[in-house]
């Protein structure tokens, strides 16, 4: 497995803080047979000089567009890879020098078609917030789906994960530049459908900078700003899509029933973080009447999943029947 090349592709917008970290985090790797693509995404600071001094290392290839967004950005790269696996860094993260090595190193037989790794959350100024260590292990790809689909788990998140290249290109796999939250998360979901098993390996070679202004950062109850409401409808957005995405075969009813889960718990979180913002922003009622609609239509699938608490149940439940209960409740949690 020594022997196989792999891309790493990291998108660059405005990013002349952080990129030389990202960028040196990467010539620093252990294991050398890599290339680099990284997209310049119309930057406007001084991001394009930096990467000038990259241009002498024949693994490194700049590629400038117009600003496009993230998503746009990877595509671009993906055209352009030609090696047997490809991995995503983001230009505000870094890694440890044994990233790549853990990575590769996780296909330890030929039906494993994609590797995850454990991460570091960090903030702005590199201290460590929580370090999230998953369930490690070999699994199906349909139980793979269930794990990213799993808040304590390594998520969707196309970071800390190293895909096989021709099953993306095999499979004209890219990301959507019209989903804005979660974008990855069908990405990863489009890719396990395709493929066997996924092996999930403790590394702890990601660092991951948490931003507060981050957009899915946004769709939280803490949230104070009119954010949040394009935050959750790019989120659900994202989860009736990845509704549609599953088929219709038994060994993917768990995945049916979990995506079902996600979108009520997105619904449920939107409507109280509406409740919570309403002295500043009025309450659509249109859309209040729309989320619980979907909540009880969804209400099965949310108590029947594994994936959701049993504290969290109660809580849906009783936002349901006795919603200013909640809404009072949180009122006195969270302001």
């Not at 022997?3 to 917008?13: E, Q």
């Not at 696996?85 to 030929?110: A, C, H, M, P, R």
């Not at 500043?280 to 029947?304: G, H, Q, R, S, W």
Request: charged share 25%; with cysteine.
């Amino acid at each position: 497995m020594n022997n196989k090349t792999v891309s790493i592709v990291v998108p660059a917008y405005n990013a002349e803080k952080t990129i030389k970290r990202c960028l040196d985090s990467i010539v620093e790797q252990t294991s050398s047979n890599f290339k680099v693509y990284v997209v310049n995404d119309g930057s406007t600071d001084n991001t394009a000089t930096i990467l000038n001094d990259y241009k002498s290392d024949e693994r490194f290839h700049i590629i400038h567009i117009s600003n496009s967004g993230v998503s746009v950005a990877r595509n671009k790269a993906l055209e352009l890879v030609d090696t047997d696996y490809v991995t995503f860094i983001d230009s505000d993260d870094y890694v440890d020098k044994n990233y790549l090595q853990d990575l590769i190193g996780g296909f330890v037989s030929e039906d494993i078609d994609m590797v995850a790794t454990d991460r570091n959350y960090l903030n702005e100024n590199l201290n460590l917030l929580v370090t999230l260590h998953y369930d490690f292990g070999i699994y199906n790809a349909s139980d793979g789906i269930n794990i990213l689909l799993d808040e304590n788990g390594p998520q969707g998140y196309i970071t800390g994960k190293i895909f096989k290249t021709d099953i993306i290109k095999e499979n004209n796999i890219i990301l959507d530049p019209n989903i804005h939250v979660g974008e990855d998360l069908i990405f990863c979901i489009q890719y396990l459908l395709n493929a066997r098993k996924i092996n999930i390996v403790s590394s702890l070679q990601y660092n991951y900078i948490q931003y507060s202004d981050s957009l899915s950062h946004a769709a939280t109850l803490y949230n104070r700003e009119e954010s949040f409401n394009e935050a959750y409808s790019n989120y659900l957005d994202m989860a009736l899509k990845l509704k549609n995405m599953i088929p219709n075969k038994s060994k993917y009813y768990s995945c049916q029933r979990n995506i079902n889960a996600r979108i009520a718990r997105i619904c449920e979180d939107f409507l109280r973080t509406m409740h919570l913002n309403k002295d500043a922003i009025p309450i659509d009622k249109n859309l209040e009447k729309k989320l619980t609609k979907m909540m009880n239509f969804y209400k099965k699938d949310f108590y029947k999943s594994k994936l959701i608490g049993k504290k969290q149940k109660i809580y849906f439940w009783l936002l349901l029947n006795f919603p200013f209960f909640i809404y009072a409740n949180d009122k006195k949690r969270f302001k």
